[in-house]
Nanobody, 121 residues
Framework: QVQLVESGGGLVQPGGSLRLSCAAS??????????MGWYRQAPGKQRELVAS???????NYIDSVKGRFTISRDNAKKTVYLQMNNLKPEDTAVYYC?????????????WGQGTRVTVSS
C-alpha cells in the first residue's frame, strides 16, 4: 500500500510563494510511483490535474500554472514537491497529492488528504 501525506499549504497574499510537499509511505512489494502529481479542487469546481512528474523526470503542467509552478521529486525520499510562485487568487483550492503504482495484479492510485491553499489579500 501507499500512503501520501501533504504539507505546506496556508494563506498567502497574491504574488507570494508556497512550497507543497508530499511524502509517500510504502508497504509491500511496490517499486515505483509513476507518475506522482498534484491535483487541486476549488470550491464548486471539479478536481483538476495541476502538474505531474514521471519517475524519469518528464513533467506535465496545466496551462494556467506554466511558468509559475514547478514540480520536482526526490525518488530516494519518495517525496514530490510543488513550488508555487506568483500565486493568484484563482489558485485558491485544496491541493491533493497523487501517485500511481503497480501492486500485483493491477495499477492503483493513492491520494493524500489534501492541503488548503488560500491566496488572498
Amino acid at each position: 500500500q501507499v500512503q501520501l501525506v501533504e504539507s505546506g499549504g496556508g494563506l498567502v497574499q497574491p504574488g507570494g510563494s508556497l512550497r507543497l510537499s508530499c511524502a509517500a509511505s510504502i508497504s509491500g512489494r511496490i517499486f515505483d510511483l509513476n507518475p506522482m502529481g498534484w491535483y487541486r479542487q476549488a470550491p464548486g469546481k471539479q478536481r483538476e490535474l495541476v502538474a505531474s512528474m514521471s519517475s524519469d523526470g518528464a513533467t506535465n503542467y496545466i496551462d494556467s500554472v506554466k511558468g509559475r509552478f514547478t514540480i520536482s521529486r526526490d525518488n530516494a525520499k519518495k517525496t514530490v514537491y510543488l513550488q508555487m510562485n506568483n500565486l493568484k487568487p484563482e489558485d485558491t483550492a485544496v491541493y491533493y497529492c497523487n501517485a500511481r503504482y503497480y501492486s500485483f495484479p493491477t495499477f492503483l492510485t493513492a491520494w493524500g488528504q489534501g492541503t488548503r491553499v488560500t491566496v488572498s489579500s
